[in-house]
C-alpha cells in the first residue's frame, strides 16, 4: 500500500491510542514518513508482537521506512526487517520536543547488501 498523503502506509494514529498485538506488515510505503505506521504528536501507539517488514518496494519514505513517530511509542516486542533500502532511509525514526518512546524487546534483521561497497546498510 502506498500512502499519497505522505505519512503512514498502512497506519497512521493522529489523535487517540492503536494497540497493535501480532500483527504482520510488509511492504507499505508512504510518501514522506513513516513506510509502514507513522504516529503523531497526539497519537499513543502500542506494539507488541508486531512484525514489519520492506521487502520490495520501489519507493521508500524518506524517513521512518518502518515507523516514525513524532508521538508516544512503546514497543513490547517487534520485528523490524530489511530486504530493500536505500541509503538514506532509517527503518525506525523517533522525533518529537519530548522523550516518548520506550522499548523492551526490538529485534532487527536487515540482510540488504550495497552492491557497490558490500557494507551492510542499515
Known sequence: MLSLVGKGGALR?????????????????????GGAIFVDLLGRLTMDNVTLVVDSVARHAVDGDLVYSNGNV??????????????????????????????????VYCPVRDIFTRATLC
Do not use: M, P, Q
Request: proline letters at 0%.
Open 13 to 33: 494514529v493522529w489523535k487517540g491510542s492503536a494497540v497493535l498485538v501480532d500483527c504482520y506488515f510488509r511492504d507499505n510505503t508512504a510518501r514522506l514518513l
Open 74 to 107: 512503546s514497543v513490547v516486542s517487534a520485528r523490524l526487517i530489511a530486504r530493500s533500502a536505500s541509503n538514506h532511509v532509517s527503518l525506525l525514526c523517533h522525533s518529537g520536543t519530548r522523550w516518548s518512546f520506550e522499548a523492551a524487546r526490538i529485534e
